[in-house]
Each structure stands twice: as structure tokens, then as C-alpha cells.
């Protein structure tokens, strides 16, 4: 019997085959890419981790460049306690997936640490953070100078920041102001790190100047640093754990 191409049980069957043709073949490429997709990410990773503290790398080198600088790896608790010094333990932890997750509390959430030291021979901690912008995820790497006060340099970076506004916050013009900053740790202060509006050249120690025209996500960048030093500076008052 002759197939009726025009009718619409054709139709729909022919329509029915090549969407299960097609999407076998994209579940296949999804799943043989998601190696090399993992593996972009954690060379993504370490060049954001050594750029906080200045040093620029190539994901053909990164591994190499990545363990020239970066020795230390500790996980903590929300109490600022060490709680784990394995390397792939504390480089797998996935703080953007944790910042998602609503049902998280803080006491179950884990906070990685780095320590590396420059090409001036300063060893510092790299505080990994994230937050929100104005329409989606801000993360970045912090480092700090061994007082945890005193900011050695800064890499951020953002998923859907408006370009020229508020995605100017990876740029060097943004970041290169972190350095030589200080966190105000005086026990009545209101904020620890504020990111002004306009400050100019009136901006204090604990101060950067925001981003013009991207007032809510300088602000994002402002409560990330805030919220999230919160813990490590639990943790600067135990140093002596690393020594």
C-alpha cells in the first residue's frame, strides 16, 4: 500500500522520528562534551584564582602557572575552623551552586581558601565570593595580605552584566583600585568594604569607586565582599592553623 506523504499521520510520525533522531544526537554531544566543558570551567577557575593576585595565564599553561603560585588549599566551616586541607576537595567545591541553593544553610556550607605567594615573595589567602548583580550572578577572588585586611588585588567577573555598565566590573579599570585597600575591622563599623558612587578622588582606605551607570551591581560587589569576609574573618583570628 502506497504511503500517503501529504496525510497527517505522515506528518506527525516523520516529526516524531526526527525529534527523537535529533535529540538522541544532541544528548550525545552533550554527554561526550561534558568532560571537556568541565575542564574549561576548572582552567576558567585557576586563571581567575592567580588573577587576583595579578598574573595572567593561557588555559594551554594554566596547570603549570596555576601550581607555580598557588600552595595552600583549605576548606572551612561558617565559623571560620578548618575542616579539610585536600586539594581536589577544596578546588571542586562549587560556590555558585551553593549561593543557588535556598535550602543550604550557613552551617552547611563549605568556604574554600587558597594561599600563594606573589612574584614579590608576599604570601597572601584568596577568598573566592559570589553574588548578585542587576540581572544575574557576580562572582570573583579576593586576595588578602596575611593581616586579612589589607587587599592585595581583586579579579571579578559576571554571566549577564550590561557591557559599558555594569560588566565594567572585570575590567582593570575596576579592579586595579582594589589594591592596597583595607577592610575596616573596627568592632562598630557599619560595613567592612564599601564600593561609593561618585567618591572621586575623596574615597578613603575601605572604599573603591563604583562603577558609573552601574550603581546595582557595584552595590552586588559591595554586599558579596561584606557577607563573605564575614567568615574569613573568623578565620583570621586562627591563623596559627597554617603554621
Known amino acids: 500500500m502506497a504511503i500517503d506523504k501529504n496525510s497527517t499521520g505522515f506528518t506527525l510520525t516523520f516529526v516524531i522520528i526526527m525529534v527523537v533522531i535529533v535529540g538522541s544526537v544532541l544528548a550525545s ?9 568541565k575542564a574549561h570551567e576548572a582552567d576558567k577557575k585557576r586563571m581567575d584564582i592567580i588573577g587576583a593576585i595579578g598574573v ?8 603549570d602557572v596555576f601550581t607555580n603560585y598557588v600552595s ?7 565559623n571560620g575552623k578548618i575542616t579539610s586541607t585536600d586539594q581536589k576537595a577544596v578546588f571542586a567545591v562549587d560556590i555558585k551552586k551553593q549561593h543557588r541553593n535556598t535550602e543550604l544553610t550557613e552551617t552547611e556550607k563549605k568556604f574554600p581558601l587558597y594561599t600563594a605567594k606573589t612574584d614579590d615573595g608576599i604570601e597572601v589567602f ?4 559570589v ?13 588578602m595580605e596575611k593581616d586579612m585586611k589589607t587587599i592585595f588585588g581583586a ?8 557591557p559599558g555598565l555594569g560588566a565594567e566590573i572585570k575590567t582593570d579599570f575596576f579592579q586595579k583600585n582594589w589594591a592596597g585597600q583595607e577592610l575596616d575591622i573596627a568592632a562598630n563599623a557599619k560595613m567592612m568594604f ?14 573603591v569607586d563604583g562603577i558609573t551607570g552601574g550603581t546595582i551591581t557595584s552595590k552586588g560587589v559591595q554586599e558579596m565582599v561584606n557577607r563573605t569576609m564575614l567568615v574569613y574573618r573568623k578565620y583570621e583570628s586562627s591563623t596559627a592553623q597554617l603554621n
Open 29 to 37: 554531544l552533550a554527554f561526550g562534551l561534558k568532560p571537556l566543558q
Open 56 to 63: 595572567e595565564s593561557e588555559r594551554s599553561t594554566v596547570n
Open 72 to 78: 595552600g588549599f583549605y576548606l572551612l566551616d561558617n
Open 126 to 129: 584568596i577568598v573566592p565570593m
Open 131 to 143: 553574588g548578585k548583580g542587576l540581572w544575574g550572578p557576580i562572582w570573583g577572588y579576593v586576595a
Open 155 to 162: 579579579k571579578f567577573d559576571h554571566k549577564t552584566e550590561t
Open 194 to 207: 564599601e564600593v561609593t558612587k561618585g567618591a572621586g578622588s575623596s574615597l578613603g582606605k575601605h572604599q
